[in-house]
Nanobody, 123 residues
Framework: QVQVVESGGGLVQPGGSLRLACAASGRISVNNAMGWYRQAPEKERELVASITAGGIIHYTDSVKGRFTISRDNAKNTVYLQMNSLKPEDTAVYYC?????????????????WGQGTQVTVSS
């Protein structure tokens, strides 16, 4: 009932930039936090950045000053502008959306995930 679709990954040289986008659609009553995780080969998935509907932002330390997260609440879309990319940023990036669906007798709240988009930083 809710779909999350990412776009914008690719191959970039060190020092370059990429912009990821993620749109949530479907039966959305409330869209709470949205954000991005990443997972590199043989590493655990880590939270990169998140933003609440009210604009409260969190970044993991390794991307502070280089990545910027933003969102368009009207479009249920979140963006991740990635600058000064490093080889260690190479990973599959996953978008999530904390969504509430209201039914007649109850609400259902859970995280919905995108399929992932590959970001490769290499010369």
């Amino acid at each position: 009932q809710v779909q999350v679709v990412e776009s914008g990954g690719g191959l970039v040289q060190p020092g370059g930039s990429l912009r990821l986008a993620c749109a949530a659609s479907g039966r959305i009553s409330v869209n709470n936090a949205m954000g991005w995780y990443r997972q590199a080969p043989e590493k655990e998935r880590e939270l990169v950045a998140s933003i609440t509907a009210g604009g409260i932002i969190h970044y993991t330390d390794s991307v502070k000053g280089r990545f910027t997260i933003s969102r368009d609440n009207a479009k249920n879309t979140v963006y991740l502008q990635m600058n000064s990319l490093k080889p260690e940023d190479t990973a599959v990036y996953y978008c999530y959306a904390d969504i509430v669906i209201s039914y007649s007798t109850r609400n259902s709240r859970r995280d919905y995930w995108g399929q992932g988009t590959q970001v490769t930083v290499s010369s």
